[in-house]
């Protein structure tokens, strides 16, 4: 992931603002808000600046995809080659859903919070879509998610652990 973000950092720091950059990789699936925050750490963006521009940035994506990925893969699938990877995105996705089924709000919650490879909102949203929660709940759920990694990232990506420790 640290690659990555340094990648975006400096291929597109030279074009737009370290904020816009930061806002960018929040978005972006597989680094999201614990990418922008780190990002937000290695460009010296304040911590209070760097929070409202990760979350936003990771929360935008997720209404589409709890209300659209179910029509974009039946979609996708007709085309020749398409199927395979959408039949991989969605095994992928239902593997990881026992952590989520079982405890569904919560359970999205922690998903979406707890700041592991390949969890996050992007692939919580995916889950519940394919489970076919409520969206409403879906969303809290992932509000709330997206707090609970906003201040774990906060910790180690600002080294605010540190401060505690001494």
């Not at 990771?58 to 996708?76: A, D, E, Q, S, V």
């Not at 922690?110 to 949203?125: D, E, Y």
Request: with cysteine; aromatic share 8%.
């Amino acid at each position: 992931m640290e690659a990555l973000v340094s990648w975006f950092t400096l291929t597109l720091g030279q074009h737009i603002s370290k904020e816009a950059v930061v806002f960018i990789i929040s978005m972006v699936p597989l680094l999201e808000l614990r990418g922008g925050l780190l990002a937000s750490s290695l460009l010296k963006i304040p911590l209070l600046t760097a929070i409202p521009i990760c979350i936003i940035g990771n929360i935008i994506p997720i209404p589409f995809i709890l209300l659209f990925i179910r029509r974009i893969f039946l979609w996708m699938k007709k085309f020749k080659g398409m199927g395979r990877l959408v039949e991989k995105l969605e095994a992928r996705a239902m593997k990881k859903s026992g952590q989520v089924s079982s405890a569904e709000f919560w359970g999205l919650a922690l998903f979406v919070g707890i700041p592991l490879p390949g969890t996050g909102a992007w692939t919580g949203s995916l889950i519940a879509a394919l489970l076919e929660m409520d969206i409403k709940k879906a969303v809290i759920a992932e509000l709330v998610g997206v707090a609970i990694a906003t201040v774990i990232m906060s910790a180690v990506s600002y080294g605010l652990l540190g401060l505690f420790l001494h």
